[in-house]
């Protein structure tokens, strides 16, 4: 086993895995852009706040093209995440920010290697 083969072994024991990445491509009109934004505040604060396996998440927005963002989500695990948008506390939540999409497109990664973060 190589050093990278160990580290991602120990971040996630028994898998070999360190994790999963959600990944949401979403399209959002100019003139939803404050209320997408406004939700998404709630939504991230409410999750980092307690939902199990939850780690990390970004929105960003294309510097190319203002409608297209991007959203990721890092987790324990995909099944953390899988579990949490299968409850009725998910749909509820982020209710109020898929409505301001007018098409996503979702992805979901193993992850199997990362550098580490600096101090």
């Known amino acids: 086993m190589t050093e990278l083969d160990e ?3 120990s971040a996630r024991p028994g898998t070999g895995m360190a994790g ?5 491509l979403v399209r959002v009109p100019a003139e939803r852009t404050e209320a997408f ?6 939504v991230r604060h409410l999750v980092a706040d307690g939902v199990p396996g939850h780690r990390v ?11 297209q963002w991007l959203i990721t989500s890092e987790w324990a695990s995909l099944a953390d995440f899988e579990a949490w948008e299968r409850s009725p506390e998910h749909r509820d939540l982020v209710r109020p920010m898929r409505e301001c999409f007018t098409d996503a497109r979702s992805l979901r990664f193993h992850i199997l290697a990362q550098t580490p973060t600096l101090p």
């Open 37 to 42: 934004l406004a939700a998404y505040e709630a």
């Open 7 to 9: 580290r991602n072994a």
């Open 20 to 24: 999963g990445r959600v990944v949401f």
């Open 57 to 67: 998440d970004q929105v960003c927005r294309s510097a190319a093209d203002p409608e």
